[in-house]
């Protein structure tokens, strides 16, 4: 389950690197240079509370949700600490940056909640 969870992010991550890279290659836009550390630390963010996620799912059941929105709000502020990091680091190059923050965390919670999601709607836990 962790190993399935595991591909999963790297698939979305290596889609995000994929398309940030060519649409900078064939000129469709151009990317920051922290663009690769904002993906990274996405990566990292999503590994850590996922697999965390993972654990407490199959040990207690019971406080999954909880946790769930626990981790959201934990995700929130350490994204809002990385953005001002990054805004000043560098004002210059913040609005793309943002932008790609935002994306990627769509699209890696996206996948998290879709693999977080019961396989079996007829089963009463998790």
């Not at 850590?48 to 799912?57: A, D, E, S, W, Y």
């Amino acid at each position: 389950m962790k190993f399935r969870y595991l591909i999963l992010m790297l698939l979305v991550f290596a889609g995000l690197f994929g398309a940030g890279w060519l649409g900078n290659s064939w000129a469709w836009w151009t990317l920051p240079n922290g663009w690769i550390l904002v993906l990274i630390f996405l990566l990292i963010a999503m590994l850590v509370v996922g697999l965390n996620l993972l654990r407490i799912r199959k040990n207690q059941p019971q406080v999954f949700v909880q946790f769930y929105l626990l981790s959201i709000a934990v995700k929130m502020v350490a994204g809002l600490a990385f953005i001002f990091f990054l805004i000043w680091d560098n004002p210059a190059e913040a609005a793309p940056l943002a932008a790609l923050f935002m994306v990627g965390y769509i699209l890696f919670t996206g996948a998290e909640v879709l693999f977080l999601l019961p396989k079996n709607p007829d089963r009463q836990d998790l």
